[in-house]
């Protein structure tokens, strides 16, 4: 149950040209206060100023939170990308992450926990400005050319040669799922503690032996506080 990937861009590069029926559906949503009116037009400035979601977003980030000191990483950027190569080498030639992670939720299930992903021999998808679709491995067979890297729902496929030369020269071309993505958050920029609900602390448990392998240190794990709102007309 890792990520699932698709035939549609990735999130923050979708275009935002098509936003502004939804800009005009908020105001009947916020209402006409002076801090609704506000948000509008920090919404209308973020999607309809910027071509994609992740320029958007992180445009609207700043603008709310900025004053703070507000500190926004790209994580596809290709210098970031470059610092995960052994991991992604390990994780499609290798299958380390999936070796790993199966121990470490053996162990947690033999001590009576659920586990909550279940991850791939290859946990990282391909990406382009127009999909993100998983890699897996097609084993050797000499009438076709031999083994093979093929990415889902597209003609691409590559040798391991090939493959080889794209993780070292466009590492930003793949993109983690849910079962790496925390080491590669972790390794561009530790963190002290890591709040999530009991679902997502439940998956970071199953990652202890894969950070300790490559020497990365986890996060105290902090459970989320959460409460139910319930108004007088619902009661």
Not at 183 to 209: D, H, R, T, V
Request: a negative charge; hydrophobic letters at 40%; one cysteine or more.
């Amino acid at each position: 149950n890792a990520d699932l990937g698709g035939k549609f861009p990735p999130a923050g590069k979708i275009a935002t040209k098509d936003l502004a029926p939804v800009i005009e559906e908020l105001k009947t949503i916020l209402g006409t206060s002076g801090s609704s009116e506000k948000l509008i037009v920090l919404f209308k400035e973020a999607y309809l100023g910027h071509s994609n979601m992740a320029d958007a977003t992180r445009w609207l980030a700043h603008a709310i939170f900025g004053q703070y000191g507000l500190v926004i990483l790209d994580s596809d950027d290709a210098r970031l990308k470059k610092i995960f190569i052994p991991v992604l080498r390990d994780d499609i030639f290798e299958n380390k992450p999936f070796q790993l992670i199966n121990s470490c939720s053996e162990k947690l299930e033999n001590m009576g926990y659920k586990t909550q992903i279940n991850p791939r021999e290859i946990n990282a998808f391909y990406l382009t400005d127009q999909f993100r679709e998983r890699i897996v491995y097609d084993a050797a067979r000499p009438a076709e050319g031999g083994e093979k890297y093929n990415v889902l729902n597209s003609d691409l496929s590559f040798s391991k040669q090939e493959m080889e030369k794209i993780i070292e020269e466009r590492p930003e071309r793949f993109s983690p799922n849910v079962a790496i993505r925390p080491l590669f958050q972790e390794i561009i920029l530790p963190n002290l503690a890591y709040i999530g609900g009991s679902n997502e602390l439940a998956y970071w448990m199953q990652m202890k032996e894969l950070f300790d392998h490559y020497g990365v240190k986890v996060p105290v794990l902090v459970l989320r506080n959460s409460f139910l709102w319930i108004d007088k007309v619902s009661a």
